[in-house]
């Protein structure tokens, strides 16, 4: 029902900006959260930021928080993260999420919150 494509990897300098893209339907109508995760080879999936879907709250995980900004454009139905001062730990396969109920446990940078999910795109973030 929900089909999210993500948009925007590829490969920068430490320091560097990228911006993601997630195009989304059945936007804001339905969905309450939206979100970005990113997972890197051996290690769990990790929710990066958060927001509510047509709304201005958000929440990031404290190793983002000041260098990336998670935010929406509505009438595009679209999520982005801005990516700023970006490090090789940040390199990782970044993925769109939405979700159609309130947050598991009340911790929306949870995966099990989230029900609808892109294919993910990568950033590498060579020093």
């Known amino acids: 029902q929900v089909h999210l494509v993500e948009s925007g990897g590829g490969s920068v300098q430490a320091g560097g900006s990228l911006r993601l893209s997630c195009a989304v339907s059945k936007y804001t109508y339905t969905l309450k959260y939206m979100a970005w995760f990113r997972q890197a080879p051996g290690k769990e999936r990790e929710g990066v930021a958060t927001?509510?879907?047509?709304?201005?709250?958000?929440a990031y995980v404290d190793s983002v928080k000041g260098r990336f900004t998670i935010s929406q454009d509505n009438a595009e139905n679209t999520l982005y993260l801005q990516m700023s001062s970006l490090k090789p730990e940040d390199t990782a396969t970044y993925y769109c999420a939405a979700a159609d109920t309130y947050c598991f446990l009340g911790n929306c940078l949870r995966s099990e919150s989230y029900r609808y999910w892109g294919q993910g795109t990568q950033v590498t973030v060579s020093s």
């Open positions: 927001m509510r879907a047509g709304g201005s709250s958000s």
